[in-house]
């Protein structure tokens, strides 16, 4: 499967093969602009615009859990690989991390010198590295 964006912020999951389109998703009020599969591809998580996240079950189109905190755009989503959490970075130079289950905000990082432009975690979960627009490649325990 293939999940694409665009404007309205409707997330679309398309047939890779045929490109027929799936699934629709209705919920962020502005623009999407990172996605990422869960590992198992049953979910994917967005981030928007609109200065949050949602977590969406693909089978149904449903949307599991909004995380609300960023105070700019969130420009980078990405799972853990225990699919548990869910890291978010944002222009507001934010990384946060998220428990998927409660929607519960774990931990919020600063230090960024400018936005978080991709992120990504390590195989076995202890860390997450962050890029910026400063050109720095951080790393987070």
Known sequence: MLAASGQPPTVCVFKESTLEDLKSMEGHA??????????DGKFLVTGSRDKTARV?????GSCLVAFS???EVVTAVCWSPDGRLVATGSEDRTM???EV??????RVVS????EVTCLGWSPDGRYVATGCADKMVRVWS
């Open 96 to 98: 946060r991390v998220w």
């Open 56 to 60: 969406w079950e693909v089978a149904t």
């Open 111 to 114: 230090g960024h010198g400018a």
């Open 101 to 106: 289950a409660t929607g519960f905000c774990r």
């Open 30 to 39: 502005d623009r999407v602009t990172s996605l990422a599969w869960s590992l």
């Open 69 to 71: 905190g960023h105070t």
